[in-house]
């Protein structure tokens, strides 16, 4: 039990290395940096513990019980609990620094409902200038004849002791093998809380097995979540490039059990395949909402490679193949490394069921559904119209997408900037602005996004003139579920006659700074959680 002291007393640490926690009932453990709060540590690593003072130790609701180590009572815990209860170790998480190892206790009476911390991670910002490292585990010799798990070890530990920051995991069926992945796993998870990998991009099995989100979970915040990745929804492109999606049911569980573990799923979609039409790339954009992922959704334009079936003549000639040479497709390191040195990669532009000016549409349309659905900001009012009255995600996006082309002021023209940025890279191969990567030509919507966040929810009501008018408290739950820099968290809000608590992780920060932007954005920790109370 934690020892009775009624003075505050401050504990010396010297503020090198990590502190283990012990929580339990979730029998979880982390180790985080000495004097971090027990609030925040816990919040950090998906452990909710009740609150509605932001942490300023007001609202005296975030009581955990010390059982193992030493937490110095504070002022405001002399006044939160009876001595009884401090000399039994109980504590305001908000206020009690780690600066030991210890066992902490968090009741369940004093837990947030599950549905308001699902999807939720530590804030981790990535740094910018990250560098690409090319790692090879050396062959075994004579002179050198350690297990092949070792040589993992010691090159993560190399990667942990030279303040790597993001990690891609080559292994392109991580997970097959339970003990030996889930055991690398732990060593990413350890090299996050001792150093400062931030990020790893894991290339898990095709099929998502119990094993891979245990991974997942033990990764936590560093990893993107579980892959649910199909590629097309369209039945003839999986027949003409020979690929079998798991069924729509299938990919539903998947999303369901992604909850049970508490950790977030992904899916990709892969742009300029045979037999996918602009009409077929729409649909299969609804088909995936209506699965229920509104996570993550990430497209890619069809690369060619090698000796592969779809970059033979035969397949080029049946299905009409054009291609591009295209720079800077890709990049995950410093733009300074590769000053003078253009990479190129051959990407498909055109089919014989996809013109080139409508495959830019396509790309066009993946930009609405992952800026304005899956980044939050229309994902309240699709789901009313599918959920409540019968109208499906492609009918309301069809509309939404010519309201954003027709439009004269600030949303519209951002879409026309984006649009003739993808027009240009489909069309040359070549980047219009410097510093910009292919790939992720998209990505300059996010901090436009939020910051004109207040045009687009205008944008949003006239559009629902069009479809269906819905009511006003409908709308006004889609301006909470996206976090607002000038409200005061948490607050309620009645919708249909159900109440909503609406609350956010943070407070703050530098919505100026568009890769701040971008990586909470990227982690959801733009959008609210909405509990039912």
């Known amino acids: 039990m934690a020892k009775e002291k009624i003075e505050p007393e401050l504990v010396e640490h010297s503020g090198l290395g990590r502190v283990k926690l012990d929580f339990s009932p979730s029998n979880q453990s982390f180790k985080v940096p000495p004097g971090v709060s027990v609030f925040d540590a816990a919040s950090w690593n998906g452990i909710a513990i009740d609150s509605t003072c932001g942490g300023h130790g007001t609202c005296k609701k975030c009581k955990v019980q010390i059982t193992e180590g ?39 009476m004093t837990t947030r409902p599950k549905a308001a911390t699902v999807g939720v991670g530590r804030q981790v910002i990535l740094r910018p200038a990250v560098q690409k490292r090319y790692l090879e585990l050396d062959e075994p010799t004579l002179h050198d004849q350690r297990p092949d798990i070792q040589r993992v070890k010691d090159d993560i530990d190399w990667a942990r002791k030279n303040n790597v920051g993001f990690i891609f995991n080559a292994d392109a069926n991580f997970g097959m093998f339970k003990e030996r992945d889930l055991e690398i796993a732990k060593l990413f998870r350890e090299a996050a809380d001792e150093g400062n990998l931030e990020a790893i991009n894991i290339q898990y099995s095709k099929n998502s097995t119990e094993v891979i989100f245990e991974i997942a979970k033990i990764l936590g915040d560093i990893s993107r979540g579980v892959t649910l990745s199909v590629q097309t929804m369209n039945e003839p492109t999986l027949k003409a490039i020979k690929r079998k999606n798991m069924s729509i049911n299938k990919i539903s569980e998947q999303i369901e059990k992604s909850k049970e573990y508490g950790v977030k799923t992904y899916t990709e979609l892969i742009l300029g395949l045979p037999e996918e039409t602009l009409d077929t790339w729409k649909d299969g954009f609804s088909k995936i909402l209506e699965c229920g992922q509104h996570e993550s959704i990430d497209v890619w334009f069809c690369q060619m490679f090698g000796d592969t079936e779809l970059n033979s003549t035969t397949s080029r000639e049946v299905y009409g193949i054009k291609t591009i040479k295209a720079e800077d497709y890709v990049s995950f390191g410093n733009d300074r490394d590769y000053d003078g040195v253009t990479e190129t990669i051959e990407l498909i532009s055109e089919t014989n069921t996809m ?21 939050g900001y229309t994902q309240i009012v699709a789901k009313h119209y599918y959920e409540n009255l019968n109208i499906s995600y492609r009918v309301f996006y069809d509309t939404l997408f010519e309201f954003i082309k027709l439009d004269n002021g600030l949303i519209g023209e951002h879409y026309r900037e984006i649009e003739s940025a993808v027009n240009h890279y489909m069309k040359t191969g070549k980047i219009l602005k410097k510093g910009k990567h292919g790939h992720t030509l998209h990505a300059g919507s996010f901090a436009f996004m939020f910051t004109h966040k207040d045009e687009i929810f205008k944008l949003v009501e006239n559009a629902t003139q069009k479809i269906t008018p819905i009511k006003t408290d409908i709308i006004s739950l889609q301006r909470a579920f996206i976090f607002d820099e000038e409200t005061q968290y948490p607050f309620y809000l009645t919708c249909e006659d159900k109440k909503y608590k609406i609350d956010t992780e943070f407070k703050s920060f530098d919505k100026n700074d568009p890769h701040t932007v971008f990586i909470l954005r990227r982690k959801g920790l733009l959008k609210n959680q909405l509990c039912k109370v």
């Not at 401090?86 to 968090?106: D, F, P, S, Y």
Request: glycine share 4%; aromatic share 10%; net charge neutral.
């Open 70 to 108: 030493i937490v110095p009572i504070s002022r405001l815990d002399i006044r939160a609990f009876s001595q009884e209860e401090l000399k039994n170790g109980w504590r305001l998480a908000c206020v009690a620094r780690a600066t030991e190892n210890l066992a902490i206790t968090v009741p369940a």
């Open 355 to 375: 013109t080139n000016n409508q495959l830019i549409e396509a790309y066009m349309y993946g930009w609405l559904i992952v800026q304005f659905h899956i980044a």
